[in-house]
């Protein structure tokens, strides 16, 4: 039994394709103004502002420019993007949140490019795995940050939530919008040589026995046979006399 073949791909047109490119666009804008003046640092500028407005800048080209043909590009700015958060849970004061982190990130690299090349069959793996860590990081970690007056949040570190916001949910509407279609297996026949033509020409028929010609020696029709002479009653009379 033969297994079909799932390949995914986007519309430019769909309302989830737009709003991811809103979205990554606005991730970029607020990374850019929460990290105002952090460029400084080398380290930071590097993993902390220009991976994630470099994976942003590739997921957007990719999907607008191949989303329909060749999504499985997008596996590319999703590792960079991966890359990015797991560098900055590093920072996290509780080592249990950094190690769940680093294995959720882990699973969107494997999920996501296991959905993109057509493994994982299905979409709402990827709609789960971006949209519940969207809904922890409001309700769990920044509105409980919001009311806590004792400790404000600064502005630098309020932009660069929300860049980490637009990310994932970017990443939800990105999701939502892929469309599966069946790939049909190609059937590769067996080859079929040709006949080989010999240069050697065949050699003509050989030709009609000719009828052998007549013996010369060959008897000749018998001659007929000697008929007894017809006598008259005279002569008779005169052969028995004698």
Request: aromatic content about 10%.
């Amino acid at each position: 039994m033969k297994t079909e073949k799932v390949r995914f791909y986007t519309e430019r047109n769909s309302f989830g394709v737009q709003a991811m490119i809103i979205l990554m666009a606005l991730s970029i804008a607020f990374r850019l103004i929460g990290c105002w003046g952090l460029w400084n640092d080398r380290s930071f500028a590097i993993a902390q502002i220009a991976l994630p407005i470099g994976s942003a800048l590739l997921l957007m080209a990719f999907i607008w420019l191949f989303g329909r043909r060749a999504l499985w590009l997008s596996f590319i700015p999703v590792i960079l993007g991966a890359v990015f958060f797991i560098i900055k849970s590093l920072s996290f004061e509780s080592t249990v949140h950094t190690v769940l982190c680093i294995l959720l990130y882990s699973a969107v690299i494997a999920l996501y490019t296991g959905t993109v090349f057509g493994v994982i069959r299905t979409r709402w793996i990827l709609v789960l795995l971006f949209g519940l860590p969207f809904l922890y990081h409001i309700f769990i970690e920044d509105l409980p940050a919001l009311r806590d007056t004792a400790n404000p949040v600064s502005f630098s570190g309020g932009m660069q939530e929300m860049s980490v916001l637009c990310i994932m949910l970017g990443l939800f509407c990105l999701s939502f919008s892929m469309k599966k279609s069946i790939v049909e297996p190609v059937i590769h026949l067996p080859r079929i040589r040709k006949p080989k033509v010999s240069d050697r020409q065949e050699e003509p028929e050989e030709a009609a026995a000719v009828p052998a010609e007549p013996d010369e020696t060959a008897a000749a029709d018998p001659l007929p046979e000697a008929q007894p002479s017809e006598q008259t009653p005279q002569e008779a009379d005169i052969g028995s006399r004698t």
